[in-house]
């Protein structure tokens, strides 16, 4: 099963996200709005009290102007405070202040002021904004320009836009706290349903959600429970079905075992005795006894099979010489000089019996099939020891192949074998409490070729001897078993 | 050849038929149908070996095989239907020599009894008396003793000691000890072995834990200690 695995949280990063967004921009929106409307409201009202003041300046000066020429009007008009005045008149020029003179004032201000027009405009001098406004005095050549600094309303204007500034950010923060709370909330039931469900998978069958909530969370989390309690069901039949047709084999296999010992034992009995029976008695005995023979395969199988299912007996590891191994399975089967044994050296950690019972299986298998022609290899590999054993016999037809490791399968149901039909099944079932495989492949007509593969790492609880005692001097053993 | 041999099972029809097939092979013997009359049966005439089922009633064959070895050395096989579970091992750590699975051949159980038998008699080849680590391996007189005191062996015990002991410091494999002390020519339980080797230890050993005498050597098989 692929793991995907998924950060948890980006549903709520990305709600919290949202509502930041939302909130953030409206108050942002809002403050913009705010703030331009009352920066031109105002600018046009500076503008207006400038122009105001202007006007009665400049009929003012008319009055002034004949007694006291340029300075004069300067002066008067200086008196009234609060700006700045700047007169010129051809090219004479006079300025209430000495940082302001002519040279402040715009150009384009000075050719609407000498069309005679009342004119305004901003201006930046070194750094404070002012306001001008100019005019021509009436019935004269002189135009004055008024300087009002709007250095007071430019920092009221600045204030205005930190407070809203900072405002927007606070809401959006709040907005943040907010989402980030609503959403965990929110989503903490899709949390534990996730957990739920997780444990679920791996085996919990007892997980259920608690339905906390009167929501369409509620109803998931009750549906949710639902499935599970079906699902709990089903296992927990399925489990039991299961248990109750192993016991019924593990039963059968030992109601069996009595009565079958005392056949093996008397055929065996019997079978001694084939040459002095009657001709007519002769014939049946033999079928009798190799009748008995297979019955006694097949409970063995039963009783291993079951004993297999029970899972009760571990793997008892042992160093096992595989050629030697081999080498005993083919010649307890009477089967010395049929099967060529093409090996390399290997001594795995193992248990000796288990292994015994795949090669047994598999050696009984090509002889049985081989066609009388089967051969052994034994390779190490990658850290893996492989047994083929191969046979050129009639193969097995590629549809069978997928099943012959199944309990009690047969490619031809009419064929009689001496095979209890569970062979292969415990084979692999073995190759498989050891650490290994077993595989098949076949060619129809080209003969079969059986795998076993097995690990050969030395375990470190290799349970061989009751006690364990390094022996770094010991030497070797100078007869090599029983080969 | 008339060995008495002493058979405990309770099923009436494999009884019948093993005491056909012993006595076949030349056998005397007397038979039990349960572990307390079997007991009874050994003690009112010592035989030569027992056949005794695993599972009995009355007394289980375990026990029986216990109390046995209480009192007496004598070569024991048990009869057992599950060669794989604890219930051989628990046996063979109680004193039982060998073990034949249910169901069997006659002619195997025969073999069996016979190679058993072969151990227990004390015909050894070689009288040379074997001194190791302060036992004394007498062949002639089929004894050991030590620090003077004469131990009880069992044949098998007595046999796979000699075995040891006759080339110290070469490494036994278990194979080649279970065909020169028990006499199989392949495909051995190991087991005996292991179970043989402890129950040795138990006897000669000052410390079964720390073995001194028969030490084991790690993935290879068994040694006696020079000197």
């Known amino acids: 099963m692929p793991e995907r695995r998924v950060t948890p949280g980006r549903l709520r990063l990305r709600l919290t996200i949202a509502f930041i967004l939302v909130a953030g921009l409206s108050a942002a929106a809002l403050a913009a709005g705010s703030y331009l409307v009352v920066r031109e409201n105002r600018l046009a009202d500076s503008v207006e009290r400038a122009l105001d003041q202007s006007r009665f300046n400049l009929v003012l000066a008319g009055e002034v102007v004949g007694e006291g020429g340029i300075r004069g009007v300067v002066e008067a008009l200086q008196r009234r405070g609060e700006f700045t005045t700047v007169a010129s008149s051809g090219g004479d020029a006079f300025s209430s202040s000495l940082s302001i003179g002519q040279g402040d004032v715009p150009g384009e201000l000075a050719g609407l002021v000498a069309r005679g027009d009342l004119g305004h405009q901003r201006v930046t001098l070194r750094g404070a904004p002012y306001l001008v406004a100019g005019g021509r005095v009436p019935e004269s050549e002189l135009d004055v320009y008024f300087f009002f600094d709007e250095q007071e309303l430019q920092d009221e204007l600045d204030q205005l836009r930190t407070i809203l500034l900072v405002g927007v950010a606070l809401v959006a923060l709040l907005a943040g706290i907010v989402g980030w709370i609503l959403a965990r909330r929110t989503l903490a039931p899709v949390a534990r349903a996730s957990e739920a469900a997780r444990s679920l998978a791996e085996g919990l069958l007892e997980t259920r959600i608690p339905v906390e909530r009167a929501d369409e969370f509620g109803a998931w989390a009750a549906s949710f429970n639902e499935m599970a309690d079906a699902l709990q069901g089903k296992i927990v039949a399925l489990s039991q079905a299961q248990s109750r047709e192993r016991r019924f084999t593990s039963d059968v296999a030992h109601e069996l075992r009595t009565p079958v010992t005392a056949l093996v034992a008397e055929a065996s009995l019997l079978a001694e005795q084939l040459e002095s029976l009657p001709p007519d008695a002769r014939r049946p005995a033999e079928l009798l006894v190799a009748d008995v023979g297979r019955l006694r395969v097949l409970v063995a199988d039963l009783m291993e099979i079951s004993r297999l299912d029970a899972g009760a007996e571990p793997a008892r590891l042992e160093p096992v010489d595989l050629g030697a191994l081999v080498s005993a399975v083919i010649r307890d089967r009477g089967a010395d000089g049929q099967i060529r044994v093409d090996e390399e050296p290997v001594i795995l950690e193992s248990d000796r019996r288990r292994l015994e019972r795949i090669l047994g299986n598999l050696v009984g298998n090509a002889l049985e099939h081989g066609g009388g022609e089967a051969a052994i290899r034994i390779v190490a590999k990658d850290g893996s020891a492989v047994v083929e054993v191969s046979d050129r016999g009639p193969g097995i037809p590629a549809e069978h192949l997928p099943h012959v490791f199944e309990r009690f399968y047969k490619a031809d149901p009419s064929r009689t074998s001496a095979g209890s039909g569970l062979g292969l099944a415990i084979a692999r079932e073995n190759a498989c409490l050891l650490g290994g495989d077993l595989e098949a492949a076949s060619e129809d007509g080209q003969g079969t070729r059986f795998t076993l593969r097995l690990p050969v790492t030395r375990s470190l609880h290799a349970g061989h001897g009751p006690d364990e005692r390094p022996d770094d001097d010991a030497e070797r053993p100078s007869e090599g078993g029983s080969r | ?227």
């Open chain 2, 1 to 227: 050849m008339d060995e008495r041999v002493l058979l405990v099972e309770d099923d009436a029809s494999i009884r019948e038929v093993t005491t056909l097939g012993l006595e076949r092979a030349g056998f005397r013997v007397t038979t039990a149908a349960d572990g307390r009359e079997g007991l009874a049966r050994f003690r009112a005439a010592p035989p030569d070996l027992v056949v005794l089922d695993v599972m009995l009633p009355e007394l289980d064959g375990l026990e029986v095989c216990r109390e046995i070895r209480r009192e007496s050395r004598v070569p024991i096989l048990m009869l057992s239907a599950k060669a794989d579970t604890v219930d051989v091992v628990v046996g063979l750590e109680l004193g039982a020599d060998d073990y034949v699975t249910k169901p069997f051949e006659l002619p195997e159980l025969v073999a069996r009894v016979r190679a058993a038998l072969r151990r227990a008699s004390t015909d050894v080849p070689g009288t040379e008396v074997v001194s190791i680590g302060g036992l004394e391996i007498d062949p002639d007189g089929f004894r050991v003793l030590k620090d003077g005191r004469e131990i009880a062996l069992t044949a098998t015990e007595f046999r796979l000691l000699l075995e040891l002991a006759s080339r110290p410091r070469q490494v036994f494999t278990r194979e080649l000890l279970l065909e020169r002390v028990w006499n199989y020519e392949y495909l051995g339980d190991s087991r005996l072995v292991d179970a043989a080797v402890q129950r040795l230890r138990a006897k000669i050993e000052d410390d079964p834990k720390e073995p001194k005498l028969l030490l084991t050597v790690r993935g290879v098989g068994y040694r006696v200690a020079a000197g």
